[in-house]
């Protein structure tokens, strides 16, 4: 690619950048659309113009609420180009919750596709993304409004906001900056080497914080992001077929995704002569299935990423530079370039070799803080605990790790009632909210087996389970939804009266594992 030489401070300088280099490129591309480069530019400044036409002011929050699709991420790139910035919302997403998100957002309106008689959205202006592109626009007093907007923007302004689960049932929204974004996406793009010769084979969901590595590095080198139909993921032949008939050849993928093309083996039926480039993040990697991985594509350049939204996507990495057994864990690695990665033993101290600490991150990937939330800002966005010299905020991630004697981190677990489960962080609490909230139910409580991978609802009422989860799948998202449930006679409670959810873990955790 054409040599970056300047510090961008808006990620629109990619897209405008690729499109003067690399015109003609594909830019991005489903089973029903897609688009240049020239062509994805020329889109943008025209939705920018129309919706900043619509909302003006102080840059605010505006819903996309789309497919993922083409059409989706033009959107993103046109609210940017407004000068506001986007919040990508699971158009599959329970009622309730998407409720809870739009009073704590309050946006300054929907954006979608022929959205018709969704009260949901009554209270907000919503525009449409066809009619906004298809109207008339004047070139000139085009160019003078955007200009003018950019001309105020700066790289601290916020770019998006993705909602991760809240242990009170109410989502938090993690303010992500232009800045961040730029800093993850020139990091990505050195240590991978990513260019204009890249096709991105897109497997997870706009709204989790995995995709902005996909979508961010593509537009950087003027590559192309290929976006991957959900159901091939059931039929892992024909998603390989697709791969190759496609020319993917970088993947970014959850585990479990990975792991249903090795346990099905489809790479016995299918080859990838042009995937060069496995990463894989959101959950612990198996082994076993890894190693299927790397026989079958030997040549293939293989790493573990680790972070949360909260730090825009990843501050640890492991470029697999050895073998491992099918029981040996993968290390979550090395902090990435300009963040900051320690961990703190509960004395307050740096841990050492092999000693467990909580995981803290600081640098330019950190994001801003809570959308409207700054109670659960103060939780975790704090001060760096191994000084008081000067203002540095650290993000604190509830993640214990420990050092291995190469220097790298290894992941441990939970401090918390957090898990990682299908990829997505949730706090158990919220489902403990949204089922305390059926009148049929006593008390509930939920524990994870990792081993698994399962969620557990353990409740004391009259209700029955099928009640439950049909009462349940209005309020939580399908990745929420327990796998299993036990009733029980009465909860265990600890001496402050509390659901003792230790003892919970220790009675139906191990139960299973022993059995």
Not at 193 to 205: C, H, I, N, R
Not at 472 to 496: F, G
């Amino acid at each position: 690619m054409e040599s970056w030489n300047r510090p961008a401070r808006n990620v629109l300088e990619y897209i405008e950048h690729s499109a003067e280099v690399f015109p003609s490129n594909l830019a991005f591309r489903d089973d029903k659309t897609q688009v240049t480069y020239a062509e994805l530019l020329r889109q943008v400044k025209k939705l920018g113009y129309r919706i900043a036409e619509k909302v003006s002011g102080m840059p605010r929050p505006i819903v996309v609420f789309m497919e993922k699709s083409v059409e989706c991420l033009v959107s993103f790139f046109g609210i940017a180009a407004s000068g506001n910035f986007y919040v990508c919302m699971d158009t599959q997403m329970a009622p309730e919750r998407i409720r809870k998100i739009l009073d704590s957002l309050q946006p300054a309106a929907i954006l979608g596709r022929a959205i018709q008689n969704e009260e949901i959205f009554s209270d907000y202006a919503v525009l449409d993304y066809d009619e906004l592109l298809a109207a008339e626009t004047e070139e000139e007093r085009q160019k003078e409004c955007l200009q003018k907007i950019r001309k105020n923007m700066i790289d601290a302004d916020p770019l998006y906001i993705l909602y991760t689960s809240g242990s009170t049932g109410i989502p938090k929204g993690s303010v992500i900056s232009h800045r961040s974004v730029i800093d993850y996406a020139e990091w990505v793009s050195r240590t991978f080497q990513f260019d204009e010769t890249t096709v991105f084979g897109s497997q997870t969901p706009f709204y989790f914080s995995m995709s902005v590595l996909d979508i961010f590095t593509a537009i950087r080198n003027g590559a192309a992001l290929q976006i991957i139909p959900k159901k091939l993921f059931s039929f892992p032949v024909k998603l390989l077929e697709y791969m190759r008939e496609t020319r993917v050849n970088a993947i970014y993928w959850v585990p479990s995704a990975l792991s249903i093309v090795a346990d099905w083996r489809a790479l016995d039926y299918v080859e990838l002569p042009n995937l060069r480039t496995v990463l894989f993040a959101g959950e612990v990697m198996p082994t076993r299935q890894l190693n299927v991985w790397r026989s079958h594509l030997p040549k293939a350049r293989y790493a573990n990423l680790f972070g949360p939204t909260e730090i825009t996507d990843i501050g640890l990495y492991y470029i697999l530079d050895r073998e491992f057994s099918d029981e040996e864990p993968i290390p979550i690695g090395i902090p990435c370039e300009n963040i900051d990665a320690f961990a703190v033993t509960e004395e307050g101290k740096l841990i050492g070799e092999d000693e467990t600490g909580e995981l803290y991150f600081r640098g330019s990937f950190v994001g801003r803080g809570y959308y409207n939330s700054p109670e659960k800002t103060r939780e975790v966005f704090v001060q760096n605990p191994l000084h008081e010299s000067y203002p540095d905020p650290v993000y604190c991630t509830g993640d214990l790790v420990k050092l291995n004697e190469r220097g790298e981190y290894l992941y441990q677990g939970r401090k918390d009632f957090q898990i990682k489960h299908m990829g997505y962080r949730i706090e158990l609490g919220e489902i403990e909210h949204a089922a305390g909230s059926f009148q049929k139910l006593d008390r509930a409580a939920c524990i994870y087996r990792p081993e698994k991978e399962q969620i557990v609802l353990i409740y004391q009422g009259t209700a029955e389970k099928q009640e439950i989860l049909a009462y349940l799948k209005d309020l939580i998202p399908v990745y929420m939804m327990p796998e299993e449930m036990i009733s029980v006679t009465a909860m265990p409670l600890n001496a402050n009266g509390k659901i003792d959810r230790k003892l919970l873990q220790e009675q139906y955790g191990e139960k299973e594992r022993k059995g």
